[in-house]
């Protein structure tokens, strides 16, 4: 097979618990990768990153959010794109949609830890897509609880095969160093005052040589030798196609902290981690190979600087080489967009992009126009990449205006944050209060001081009836009529005009949904 005639990348998210070590991890990723040369920067952005959290200082905060959001470097000729996911524990539909413009995922777990909600959460949405997931269980460096409880918690937990790439020689106190089962090197602190840093990798002849007898301690050996054996034999090999296909999952120990596992990670992604895939389309799919230029929009970012209603598309491309200046269709509205001055995403800077490829990521100025689940198109022909989802909301609450002439801003706001992604928005058929939905607790926080700093509206949010809300859809639209008829003080229209039936709880959801079998109930919305 011949070499495809475009540069190789690999555009992965990191997907982790809070403090599992994605901050530290990602830090040296770009070490190692040449991008940053102290430790150290990213940490100070992941700090910024926590505190924005509390959302408090929206607009400084921004930019930081934006230049972090897709971060790149190169190693051995490959181009990686790693696209970051907010790493606080309450979070918006906005880090699902990065996990559709991704090739690959890589899961964070705490070794003291294993698996955690949040990476469980994450997990369900690369899932979803059979997104291929490399795994790194960080912290080896501290007491940990034993590999092969970790390894079958993620078997259990996350129904996937695993296969353990490397074993770490004890942990903790205990800790030796790392063996590569695949490559049959033994990784091993340096020998420095600073501690763990990991120094040479000696290679062997398998975990029999007896060269490893100078290298190890007595202990540490008989102990790698006996577990790295029954893993060997316990789990299955490690089969590329069944990690492509988001079955298996190989499994690599380490140190983010200390450095360590971090290079076997990124030769990881390297040999493994699929480069840009074609991409799902109606009415058909586009091929990465293909010449003209097709990509998606994952995330728009509004109000970056409170002076202009300035707002960042985040495009996926999919296939051809996007140039600067370049005039794009976007596809459902037959508007042509020119982009003079999109953004690629590096480590320290924006920078203005000449050309990109596909796999990267062009952060699109605009005034509005460009809404989440947009295919962006060089050719004349429609399109449309599917599956980026809407998530049914978790959380439903009336909004109250305190100040009631403020209607017609508070819509045009929560319109505008709807488009964003951020939350979701629904008009009752019934009554005139409209109904946010989002699908974590802090989202709230975040609209209600958006909606002071930015768009000075006064407002507050008010329980209502509603646990969880419901697109519906039937072949049969008189079924939906008469759902409607019977069902009108819980329905709803999204923002797009689709039906949404909001139910009181869980079992109301359940007796109704069983009641009316020629409906369908879907707790996601494509969008098209
Ligand atoms: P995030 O919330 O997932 O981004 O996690 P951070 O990267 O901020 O790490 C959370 C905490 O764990 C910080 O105090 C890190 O210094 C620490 N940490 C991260 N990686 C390691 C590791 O490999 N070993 C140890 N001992 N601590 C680590």
Known sequence: MSKPNRPDRRTFAIISHPDAGKTTLTEKLLYFGGAIHLAGEVKARGQNRRARSDWMK????????????????????????????????????????TLTAVDSAVMVIDAAKGIEPQTRKLFE???????????????????GRPPF?????????????????????????????????????LHRPAADATGAYEGDAASVAGLGDSQLEDMLSAQGLALLREEAELAQVGYAPFDETAYLNGDLTPVYFGSALKDFGVEQLIDALADFAPSPRPQPGDPRDVDPSEPQVAGFVFKVQANMNPQHRDRVAFMRLCSGKFKRGMKLNQVGTGKSIAVHSPILFFAQNRELAEEAFPGDIIGIPNHGTLRVGDTLLESGETIRFTGIPNFAPEILRRVKLVDPTKTKQLRTALNDMAEEGVMQVFVPQIGS?????????????????????????????????????????????????????????AMAADRDGAPVFMAKDAWELNYITGRFPNIRFSATKERH
């Not at 971060?71 to 309450?90: A, K, V, Y």
């Not at 809300?469 to 069902?487: N, Q, T, V, Y």
Request: with cysteine; hydrophobic share 40%.
């Open 433 to 489: 209060q409209m109904v946010v939905g989002v699908v974590g607790q802090l989202q709230l926080d975040v609209l209600i001081s958006r909606l002071q700093a930015e768009y000075k509206v006064d407002a507050a949010f008010e329980p209502s009836p509603w646990d969880t809300a419901r697109w519906i859809a039937s072949d049969d639209p008189k079924a939906i009529a008469e759902f409607e008829g019977l069902h009108r003080s």
């Open 149 to 185: 409880e970790l390894l079958d918690e993620v078997a259990d937990a996350l129904a996937l095969d695993v296969c353990p790439m490397s074993w770490p020689v004890g942990m903790g106190g205990q800790f030796e160093g790392i063996y590569d089962l695949a490559r049959d090197r």
């Open 125 to 143: 949405v690369c899932r979803l897509r059979s997104v291929p997931i490399i795994t790194f269980v960080n912290k080896v460096d501290r007491e």
């Open 58 to 97: 929206i607009e400084q905060q921004r930019g930081i959010s934006v230049t972090s959001s897709v971060m790149t470097f190169e190693r051995d000729g490959i181009t990686f794109n790693l696209l970051d996911t907010p790493g606080h524990e309450d979070f918006s539909e906005d880090t699902y949609r």
